[in-house]
Each structure stands twice: as structure tokens, then as C-alpha cells.
């Protein structure tokens, strides 16, 4: 089963645009991380908010998080053509589970 | 640093045949994963090792898949026999341990099942 889900499917903005992608997920949590995977590509890891943290920033890259509501926002910055890929949340699933759980993903286009 | 190795990058197989993938992870790295992403979902856990030893498994189909880390260090995973619904990319990862880290992740190898 998958403990993240996002949201939306899919999202086209144009360069220079900001992208945000959501995530919802169904258990408590120790951290959530958000991953980047270009097409035919493997998964490359964007950055990490830990329960007890709000928001974290990285670069073009912030992320929120709301523990009372189980969810997590990406919010990319100044978005580049560089950028279209599908972003995925993911976390583990429970107390004391090691096994890192993937939502299904936001396709993010970027039009130049 | 070199990153996590995977090959083959494509296989094409038909239905009922058996098909090997190796992965060599990042120098150092304990632990080591095995997921499946069928196109258009998110990765899906099929298994995990600590060092030599598998820390999960329960996703793992284990009529058909099998997967082993001899030495741990590279791994390899072996379908047989394979059917239509296997057709996936088979994505490696390792991290440092199996504390809360971030995962690194290779390239994947995309399977066709005919």
C-alpha cells in the first residue's frame, strides 16, 4: 500500500512560474522526503523534514509540513524547463518500520 | 563518489522465461533495495538488506522473485518465471544504514515482459 498521496496528478505551469505539489499521507511519521525522478531516470533525493519541523528550504526548493493535518507541501521557486520531472513524497510506514513507502507522484511540466 | 550501479538497463523477455538483475550499490553503504515501479506509480518496495541479511521482504512475490546479497555488498534479483504483469523498471537503492537516511538511487532497469 502507499502511505503518501499527491497531489495533483499532473501540472503544467510556464518557466518562471511557481509549481506546488502536495502530499497526504495516512500514519504518523518520523520525517517525510520528497525525491525527483526525470524521466527514465532513477529517483534523486531533494530533502528531508523531520516531524518537529515546519518548514525547511533548499535552494528554489521549500517544503512545509503539517502534522496535525498529515500533510506536506513542495513549493518550487522561479521553476525552469529543467525542472519537469515527477515528485514524489514518501515516508516510513509506521513505529519502528524501516521500509521508506512512495506516493504516486506529481508529473510537473514546464513550459519554456 | 560513484554512484549505485545497475545492469542490465533493458530486458525484453517473453512470459514464462527468467530474467537477472544486478545492482552494485554505493561503496559503504549497508543498507540495500530492491524496488518496482510499474509506469505511471510510485516505487514499491520489494526488498530490503541489511549487510547480508534481509530486513524485509513482505512485498516481495516470493513464488517467482527471488534476491540475494551475497558478501553484502551487490545484489542481485532473479524473476522466474516471468509474467506479462512484471513488465516494470526495477529500481536499486542504498543508504548508509537503515536509520531514517536518504536513499541514493540507480538508473533502473526497465523490463518488458511479451
Known amino acids: 500500500s502507499q502511505q503518501g498521496e499527491e497531489d495533483p496528478q499532473a501540472l503544467s505551469i510556464q518557466e518562471g512560474e511557481n509549481a506546488t505539489m502536495n502530499c497526504s499521507y495516512k500514519?504518523?511519521?518520523?520525517?517525510l522526503q520528497w525525491y525527483r525522478q526525470n524521466s527514465g531516470r532513477g529517483l534523486v533525493h531533494l530533502i528531508l523534514i523531520r516531524s518537529n519541523e515546519r518548514e525547511k528550504h533548499s535552494g528554489r526548493l521549500r517544503v512545509t509540513l503539517d502534522t496535525s493535518k498529515k500533510s506536506s507541501s513542495l513549493l518550487i521557486t522561479a521553476s525552469r524547463a529543467a525542472d519537469t520531472a515527477s515528485y514524489f513524497c514518501?515516508?516510513?510506514?509506521?513505529?519502528?518500520?524501516?521500509?521508506?513507502?512512495f506516493g504516486k507522484g506529481t508529473k510537473l511540466s514546464v513550459i519554456p | 563518489e560513484a554512484g549505485v550501479a545497475q545492469s542490465p538497463r533493458y530486458k525484453i523477455i517473453e512470459k514464462r522465461q527468467s530474467v537477472a538483475f544486478w545492482c552494485n550499490p554505493i561503496s559503504g553503504h549497508a543498507t540495500l533495495y530492491w524496488y518496482q515501479q510499474i509506469l505511471g506509480q510510485g516505487p514499491k518496495l520489494l526488498i530490503q538488506?541489511?549487510?547480508?541479511?534481509?530486513?524485509?521482504d513482505s512485498q516481495l512475490p516470493k513464488d517467482r522473485f527471488s534476491a540475494e546479497r551475497l558478501k553484502g555488498v551487490d545484489s542481485t534479483l532473479k524473476i522466474q518465471p516471468a509474467k506479462l504483469e512484471d513488465s516494470a523498471v526495477y529500481l536499486c537503492?542504498?543508504?548508509?544504514?537503515?536509520?531514517?537516511?536518504?536513499?541514493?538511487f540507480g538508473e533502473g532497469s526497465r523490463l518488458t515482459v511479451l
Open positions: 500514519t504518523s511519521i518520523n520525517n
Open positions: 537503492a542504498s543508504s548508509l544504514d537503515t536509520s531514517i537516511r536518504e536513499l541514493f
Open positions: 538488506f541489511q549487510n547480508n541479511g534481509v530486513v524485509d
Open positions: 514518501a515516508t516510513y510506514s509506521g513505529a519502528g518500520s524501516y521500509q521508506l513507502t
